[in-house]
């Protein structure tokens, strides 16, 4: 059983930096692609970035591209998604999730078996 664990959350000024972190437990997941999704109140769940068991490939949605970036250190067993120039619409609860196979470019929250329980981030003046 694959167990994630996000943190980084919080609250942070327009234009602010903040940096998720996402730690499984359970199963290594060097061979699993990991991914970032988020969902606002009252919306459905949206993809935000996938990156590939390697690292080596990156896939992002448009609203966030060249402002996040989605990383990971294997050796930590851990995904990060660092998120600069935050805008209020970017306020969402926060998603990891993994999945193996190597497909990068997938977008739908089917397509992930695992998630973590979730990070609040708000970004508010």
């Known amino acids: 059983q694959v167990q994630l664990v996000e943190s980084g959350g919080g609250v942070v000024q327009p234009g602010g930096s903040l940096r998720l972190s996402c730690v499984a437990a359970?199963?290594?997941?060097?061979?699993?692609?990991e991914a970032w999704f988020r969902q606002a109140p009252g919306k459905e769940r949206e993809f935000v970035a996938t990156?590939?068991?390697?690292?080596?490939?990156?896939y992002y949605a448009d609203s966030v591209k060249g402002r996040f970036t989605i990383s990971r250190d294997n050796a930590k067993n851990t995904v990060y998604l660092q998120m600069d120039s935050l805008k209020p619409e970017d306020t969402a609860v926060y998603y990891c999730?993994?999945?193996?196979?190597?497909?990068?470019?997938?977008?739908?929250?089917?397509?992930?078996?695992?998630w973590g329980q979730g990070t609040q981030v708000t970004v508010s003046s």
């Open positions: 999730a993994a999945d193996r196979g190597a497909q990068v470019r997938r977008s739908l929250p089917s397509a992930f078996q695992y």
């Open positions: 359970g199963r290594t997941l060097s061979t699993y692609t």
């Open positions: 990156i590939s068991s390697s690292g080596n490939a990156r």
